[in-house]
């Protein structure tokens, strides 16, 4: 993987590929390109991919059922669609179904795709790094149980000090001062 990213560009028409790929150079990202959806599922079965952009009129499959599919195969990979008819309705459906992060429609503006893609995995990273900030939480708090469970008199210490802290929150801002 790159430094900023893998994506796949997901378009049957050759040229929007290549516009695509052409918008996005020189962003320090890795570019994958596939022209059908069963040649980008074999790129994500072999290639760690951060973000996939997937036109959403494809022969043979439509884009929600891509994105479905991408989801299963990467479920960390963020997925927008792109689509050169305006409908809201599929926009919707594929954003709140949590199948895409954005939408975005044919023409595009550069500025705005590399800004949707750069936001994107930013996004992408502060995701995977709660989550593994919460599961470090929970591997800590699984040792600390074990700890207070082999150690009454922690517990016992644990407990006095929480109980000074509440009271500490409790009292009146600026009671103490004389």
Same mark, same amino acid.
């Given at each position: 993987?790159?430094?900023?990213?893998?994506?796949?560009?997901?378009?049957?028409?050759?040229?929007?590929?290549?516009?695509?790929?052409?918008?996005?150079?020189? /962003?320090?990202?890795r570019?994958?390109?596939?022209? +059908?959806?069963? %040649?980008?599922?074999?790129?994500?079965?072999?290639?760690?991919? /951060?973000?996939?952009?997937?036109?959403?009129?494809m022969? =043979?499959? /439509? =884009?929600? $059922?891509?994105?479905?599919?991408? =989801?299963?195969?990467?479920?960390d990979?963020?997925?927008?669609?792109?689509s050169?008819?305006a409908?809201?309705?599929?926009?919707?459906?594929a @954003?709140n179904? =949590?199948?895409?992060?954005?939408?975005?429609?044919?023409?595009?503006?550069?500025?705005?795709? +590399?800004l949707?893609?750069?936001? #994107?995995?930013?996004?992408? $990273?502060?995701r995977?790094? &709660?989550?593994?900030?919460?599961?470090?939480?929970? +591997?800590q708090? #699984?040792?600390?149980? %074990?700890?207070?469970?082999?150690?009454? /008199?922690?517990?016992?210490?644990?407990?006095? @000090?929480?109980?000074? %802290?509440?009271?500490?929150? #409790?009292?009146?801002?600026?009671a103490? &001062?004389?």
């Amino acid at each position: 993987m790159s430094q900023h990213g893998t994506v796949l560009l997901v378009d049957d028409e050759p040229h929007v590929l290549a516009a695509l790929r052409r918008c996005l150079l020189g /962003d320090g990202l890795r570019i994958l390109v596939a022209e +059908r959806p069963d %040649q980008a599922r074999e790129i994500l079965e072999r290639e760690d991919v /951060d973000l996939v952009l997937s036109d959403f009129d494809m022969p =043979g499959e /439509d =884009g929600l $059922t891509f994105l479905r599919s991408v =989801g299963e195969l990467r479920p960390d990979a963020l997925r927008v669609m792109l689509s050169g008819r305006a409908d809201l309705q599929v926009a919707f459906e594929a @954003v709140n179904d =949590g199948l895409a992060y954005r939408f975005l429609t044919k023409p595009w503006e550069e500025v705005e795709v +590399r800004l949707l893609i750069r936001r #994107a995995l930013e996004h992408r $990273t502060d995701r995977l790094r &709660v989550r593994e900030l919460s599961l470090l939480v929970e +591997r800590q708090a #699984a040792v600390f149980a %074990q700890i207070l469970a082999r150690h009454p /008199d922690c517990r016992e210490l644990l407990e006095s @000090v929480l109980e000074s %802290q509440e009271a500490e929150l #409790a009292s009146p801002v600026g009671a103490s &001062v004389g």
